[in-house]
């Protein structure tokens, strides 16, 4: 009499593997397809610098399985969202930078420098000594925070507030870091500004304070790829 028995092969440790191997992917599926990037805010002036430090980042987080979107703010702005944790990360912040509510990974992208920009190079002579001079910057630009001068010190919400002061005789100098500044006037075409280099600072990526557990790993890897 033939069995009606099914004809069921014995599990193997191979075919074992393969099953919970292929539970275990759609599992974790789910987790990979709802996690969300990390949002870093950077500048609304791009240069080849930010650019390149864009994909030093990218590739930094994406060893730590972290996909990431840059969201173009201005610079005050993209602190305060950082340092009330409704924005993940700012692309660079001088290292200097002081503020509980974020977290500095002490690994230097590169040197930002601080520029004074008039529209004549006359007034840049010896401008931190004039006690007549309309002094304007970005507020949250530290680098201009922490710059000395004799002058009345203006502060405004953008870049482009800052040079159409400037533009409209209503400000003597804008302070403002030269990466962002020669990516505005080169779109603006304003090529007769005059400028002086004031001094180097250190750039570095911030977190808010809630990711501090990113902040080694991120660290050791942006060492590993300075030369």
């Known amino acids: 009499m033939a069995s009606n028995a099914l004809n069921v092969k014995p599990a193997t440790p191979a075919r074992n593997s393969f099953w919970r191997n292929l539970g275990l992917l759609f599992a974790t599926l789910p987790l990979c397809l709802s996690a969300e990037p990390i949002l870093i805010g950077t500048t609304q002036s791009p240069s080849s610098k930010s650019i390149y430090i864009e994909n030093q980042l990218q590739q930094a987080y994406q060893q730590l399985g972290k996909q990431v979107l840059f969201i173009p703010m201005p610079s005050q702005r993209r602190l305060h969202l950082v340092s009330n944790l409704q924005l993940d990360a700012d692309l660079f912040r001088i290292c200097q930078l002081e503020n509980e509510n974020l977290i500095t990974i002490q690994a230097k992208l590169g040197d930002l420098y601080l520029q004074a920009f008039s529209l004549t190079a006359d007034i840049l002579t010896n401008w931190q000594d004039n006690t007549e001079l309309i ?14 001068f004799a002058g009345n010190r203006l502060t405004v919400t953008s870049m482009e507030q800052a040079f159409g002061m400037l533009l409209q005789g209503r400000a003597d100098v804008v302070l403002e870091d030269q990466l962002s500044a020669e990516a505005y006037l080169e779109q603006q075409q304003l090529n007769n500004i005059s400028r002086v280099t004031l001094a ?28």
């Open 135 to 148: 002094v304007v910057h970005v507020r949250g630009l530290k680098m201009a925070e922490l710059t000395s």
């Open 200 to 227: 180097p600072f250190a750039m570095c990526h911030v977190l808010r304070k809630d990711l501090g557990h990113l902040a080694a790993p991120l660290q050791q890897i942006l060492l590993s790829k300075q030369p």
